[in-house]
Each structure stands twice: as structure tokens, then as C-alpha cells.
């Protein structure tokens, strides 16, 4: 999937509809109970015009008042148990609706955090956002409400033409072959407001990927006083997004106008023709009024059907942008025959001929025949220049990407014979990117181990120099922290990320320059609850600090995806000239 909305396939009819069918029949009890609140409704409808008619032909003489209240009497309590299976059917369609959605929005954000990185380099997040919120609010529209609307217009409008043909055979063929006469332009303009739907929706996920970059970005917008540039910006996809909706409503507008123009015409010409046949004696003035209520029933329907066609093809616009999501499968899968590993790893690598190439970027080789073996307990710091491939070495360990050529063994077994949670739980990684989540301290240190109890936490932050700042918080370990942690410094972050690997007690460690936003003191502070963490797990390092590269066993120099040098940190310094200038710029000398 790719942002270019040219890319993406259009749909040729409703059949992307049938997408629901596995999660409306879920619910089979729900649904039959509303359907047959449908009929109920209908039944208690269809026979208002029936008591209207015996009302209208009694007369309205005195000696016919008490016939004329019963009749009266009865159609309210019709109109009672009407309002009564309308109401309950509403109920138990909207139910249904709402559930529906919920499923849907759930499975499309379980696929899409199930999905490779790769899948993201790929895909904006406003765009993935936009189909999670905006289409399935298309579709809880046409399960909540335009598929229940469809289902009593069409009852009606059967019942009605029915009743019409019992009240008056000649008047009813009249209507039947106006008919297709309707259904022609709704056909014809219905392709029309597809396309166009669809069109709309994709310049609202536009706009809603712009926003969502540009909140994200905030304080470089701001330090670099692009606030109006930005706004200008959204207002111009905004625009666009509203003019590609009025396209299609104005499509919709057309279509309506029409239908109802024809639909009361034909209307209006068939009573003519009743009231002729009345003049004639030839129908009472009942009958004639009963035909006149079927007729406006059927017409009203009509008019319904005409509006719901329209959101069905919203819907199916929607719904073909879910399903390709849904449709989709990570490229990183665990295997049918997986490993589950429960038990604690011992932390020994092997990384075997190893060659990787992003898939966005398949003819540049990050990675180039990296050979490195890695005994449980040892620390290996990786050292190079930018884009040395250093960061991505730590995505290959975590199986976010799978080697192009090589493998990587894990207690002699290769990463891809791992179910990838298992995978995944043998390894703490602490990043330069400290993510933080809008929730209190304590659920962000616990993350990787969400059963653990406060006391527990405590300790771990305690290990990582994180209490003293946490306690200082409003609410200590309550206290919510911001969206992304905006509440926190780069420092406290930092030391809240670590707390939370520390609380992991995985076998494996991955530090991503840990200490790279702290102060002299948090940085010292934190490497002695490092040394504590590092002490008999198996650790990679990558570092630019001279601190943090002497403490490791080993250190490992990369230049352009390929180790070029390996030793300590004085052998390195006498032997290799890359290094030497790395120590030199980088570690301060």
C-alpha cells in the first residue's frame, strides 16, 4: 500500500458490502430479533390507511360516531405498537452497528501493530489513522442505520405496492410503470457518487496525515516559526477535502431532485385518475384515500432508497479502504512449526554472512557480510560513523526485518524459527528515541511487564536513578505524563526507559546510545545501574560515549555495513585509523 491514492482500485459495485458478512452474523440472535420488530413495524403501519378507509366511508354522521371512535381508537393503539417496534428495532440495529464497527476497528489495529516496519516505511500514520476512525464511521453508519433503513424501505414499499394493487389494480399498473423510469438515474448517477465517495475520503485522509505529521513535529514548527506555513498548509488539504465532498453531493442532490420529481408527478397523475373514478362511481372516497396513504408510503420509501444508495456507496468506498488493510500480511511472520521459547535464553549470537538492503531501498546494502559471534554475558559495543548500519544490526536482532542473505543464530537457532513474542520477550532494548506513552509513570516503567506490582517498579526505578525524579512528580508513580512525555526532560525520559528494561530482565540487551541525553551526573548515575543491568547478559552496545565503549569485552568497528576492526579499546587506538578518529570527534579523548 502507498499513498498514492491513484494507486488505489476503485470499486465497480456494492459487492465490497459483503465484507460485513462475517462480523454481522456474528450476531445472528440480534439481527432476527430486529427483523422481526421490522415486520411488526411495517404490519402495524401498512394497516393505518386500511382503518383510514372504513373511517372515510362511514361517513361523518352522527349516527356513525361511535363506529368512527372505535376506528379511532384502533389506530391508536396501532400507532402505539408502531412507535413501540420501530423504537425496539432501532435499538437492536444500532446495537448490532455499534458492535460491528467496534470488531472491525479492533482487527484493523491488531493487523496494522502486527505489521513490519517496512510496512511503515511506506504508509503515513494519518492515512492508517484515517481508515481506522473515518471509514469505519462510514460503515457503523450504513450497519447502524442505512442497512435497517434499506431493509423497512423495502418492506414498505412491497407491503404498499401490495395494498395498493388490492386497493385499485388499474391505479397501481400506472404506478409500477413509473418504476423503472426512477430506477434508471439512480443507477446511472449511483456510479458516479462511488467514485467520487471514494475520492473524498482519500482527501480526508490526506488531511488527517498532515495533522497528525505536523502535531507530531510541533516543537519544530514552532522553533522555526512555520505555525502559518503549516496552517496554510491544512487549510489548502481541508479544502481540497471539502470540495471533493460537495462534488459528490452535489451528485447526490441531483439524483434526489430527480427521483422526487418523477416520484411525486406519477403520484400526482395517478390521483388524478382516482379522482376521476371517484366522480365516476366507480371507487369510494375511501378507497381512494387508503390508495392515496399506500401511494405515500411507497413514495417516501422510495425517497429513502434513493438516500441509502447513496451511503452504500460511501460505505463500499470505506469499506474497499479497510479490507486493504485487512487484507494485508507482515512480511515478518512467526513459522507454521514456531519455536515458543519459555524458558530463559542464554544470550549466545551468531550472526552468520549476514547482508540486508532495506526493501524500500532493495539495491543499497546497509549490511554487507557481517560475521559476529556474541558469548552469553558478554559486551560487545558497536561503534562506526553514521549510517555505519549499527541501528539497523539491532533491527535485525529484534526481527523487525529479516537478513536478505545470512541468518542470525540465537542459542544455535535461527531467529526465524522463533515465535516472534517469545522472541522478542528474551530482549530489552533501550533507544536513543526514549518512547514514552501518555499514561502515569508507573504503567510506562511496568510496559514490557505489565503484571508487575508497584513495589517491584520501584525497585527497577530505583536501579535506574528514576525514583528520585519520579517522586518528586504531583503524584509520584500516578502522575500522567504528557503525551510522548512531554512533561518529562530528555534526561528523566531516558532513565525511565531504562528503569523499564531493567524491570524486563531479559537475557539480551540492546543499548542504542542509552545515555545519550543525559547530564554528567544522570550519565553517571545511570551507567552504574547499566553495569548492574549489563552484569551476566549477553549486551550490544552501540556507543559514542568513551565511558560506556571501555567498559564493554569487546568493541566492534562498522564502516559502510561491514566490520572492519574488532579488539579493545587500546589495541583499537593503536591499530585501526577509523577508530582512532571516531575516539578522537566522538568519544572526546
Known amino acids: 500500500m502507498t499513498d498514492d491514492n491513484i494507486d488505489r482500485p476503485t470499486s465497480k459495485d456494492l459487492s465490497q458490502l459483503r ?3 462475517p462480523y454481522v452474523t456474528r450476531y445472528r440472535r440480534q439481527i432476527a430479533v430486529a427483523l422481526i420488530l421490522l415486520i411488526l413495524g411495517a404490519m402495524t403501519t401498512l394497516y393505518l390507511p386500511v382503518a383510514l378507509k372504513h373511517v372515510v366511508d ?6 356513525q360516531q361511535d363506529a368512527i371512535s372505535r376506528y379511532f381508537w384502533l389506530m391508536f393503539g396501532v400507532a402505539v405498537l408502531m412507535a413501540i417496534f420501530t423504537s425496539l428495532r432501532y435499538y437492536w ?16 489495529f491488531a493487523r496494522v501493530v502486527g505489521m513490519s516496519p517496512a510496512f511503515f516505511e511506506t504508509t503515513r500514520t494519518g492515512e492508517v489513522l484515517s481508515r481506522i476512525n473515518t471509514d469505519t464511521t462510514l460503515v457503523e453508519a450504513v450497519v447502524g442505520s442505512t442497512f435497517s433503513i434499506t431493509l423497512r424501505s423495502i418492506v414498505m414499499l412491497i407491503g404498499s405496492m401490495a395494498m395498493m394493487i388490492v386497493s385499485s389494480p388499474k391505479l397501481a399498473g400506472y404506478i409500477l410503470l413509473m418504476i423503472p423510469v426512477i430506477i434508471i438515474p439512480i443507477i446511472v448517477v449511483g456510479r458516479s457518487v462511488r467514485s467520487l465517495s471514494k475520492l473524498a475520503q482519500d482527501r ?28 496554510k498548509r491544512f487549510t489548502g488539504s481541508v479544502f481540497e477535502a471539502f470540495s471533493a465532498s460537495i462534488l459528490r453531493i452535489r451528485a447526490e442532490t441531483m439524483m434526489s431532485m430527480a427521483v422526487v420529481i418523477m416520484v411525486l408527478g406519477g403520484i400526482i397523475f395517478v390521483l388524478w385518475l382516482g379522482a376521476r373514478s371517484v366522480i365516476d362511481g366507480t371507487m369510494t372516497a375511501g378507497t381512494l384515500s ?8 411507497a413514495s417516501s420509501t422510495t425517497g429513502a432508497l434513493t438516500t441509502v444508495w447513496g451511503e452504500l456507496q460511501r460505505a463500499a468506498g470505506a469499506l474497499e479502504r479497510i479490507a486493504e488493510l485487512l487484507n494485508m500480511r507482515s512480511d515478518i511472520q512467526s513459522p507454521e512449526d514456531a519455536h515458543v521459547q519459555t524458558d530463559r535464553l542464554q544470550g549466545k549470537l551468531e550472526i552468520e554472512n549476514l547482508s540486508f538492503a532495506y526493501p524500500s531501498r532493495p539495491d543499497t546494502w546497509v549490511l554487507d557480510q557481517i560475521k559476529l559471534s556474541v558469548q552469553p554475558g558478554e559486551t560487545v559495543a558497536v561503534v562506526g560513523p553514521s549510517g555505519a ?8 536482532l529484534l526481527r523487525f526485518y529479516d537478513p536478505t542473505l545470512g541468518q542470525i543464530l540465537l542459542d544455535d537457532q535461527p531467529l526465524t524459527r522463533f515465535e516472534l513474542r517469545s522472541l522478542r520477550e528474551q530482549i530489552a532494548l533501550v533507544s536513543q528515541d526514549v518512547t514514552i506513552f501518555s499514561s502515569n509513570a508507573l504503567e510506562n516503567i511496568r510496559y514490557g511487564r505489565p503484571d508487575a506490582d508497584l513495589e517491584t517498579v520501584r525497585k527497577a526505578a530505583v536501579a ?42 531479559a537475557p539480551i540487551l540492546l543499548l542504542d546510545e542509552a545515555t545519550s541525553a543525559l547530564d554528567a551526573r544522570s550519565e ?23 565511558a560506556t565503549v571501555r567498559r564493554a569485552d569487546r568493541i566492534v568497528v562498522l564502516n559502510d555495513g561491514q566490520i572492519v576492526a574488532s579488539g579493545t579499546h587500546e589495541s583499537l587506538l593503536e591499530a585501526n585509523e577509523l577508530y582512532r578518529s571516531l575516539a578522537e570527534l566522538q568519544f572526546l579523548v
Not at 290 to 295: K, T
Not at 530 to 538: A, E, K, N, Q
Open 464 to 505: 535506574a536513578h528514576a525514583d528520585e525524579f519520579i517522586e518528586k512528580l504531583p503524584d509520584g508513580y500516578e502522575t500522567f505524563l504528557g503525551e510522548r512525555g512531554v512533561r518529562l526532560s530528555g534526561g528523566q525520559a531516558q532513565r525511565l526507559s531504562i528503569a523499564r528494561a531493567i524491570l524486563t530482565d
Open 204 to 231: 480526508i485522509a490526506d488531511s488527517s496525515a498532515m495533522a497528525t505529521e505536523t502535531i507530531h513535529a510541533i516543537h519544530t514548527v514552532q522553533s522555526y516559526a512555520q505555525d502559518q506555513r503549516e496552517n
Open 19 to 21: 465484507l460485513l458478512m
Open 290 to 297: 387508503q390508495f392515496v396513504l399506500y401511494a405515500i408510503i
Open 524 to 546: 553517571t548515575l545511570v551507567q552504574q545501574a547499566l553495569d548492574l543491568l549489563m552484569s551476566g547478559r549477553t549486551t550490544l552496545v552501540i556507543a559514542h560515549r568513551l
Open 93 to 108: 440495529v444500532s446495537w448490532v452497528g455499534q458492535r460491528v464497527v467496534t470488531d472491525i476497528r479492533r482487527d484493523v
Open 58 to 63: 362511514l361517513g361523518f354522521s352522527e349516527d
Open 389 to 396: 548500519g549499527k541501528t539497523t544490526l539491532f533491527q535485525l
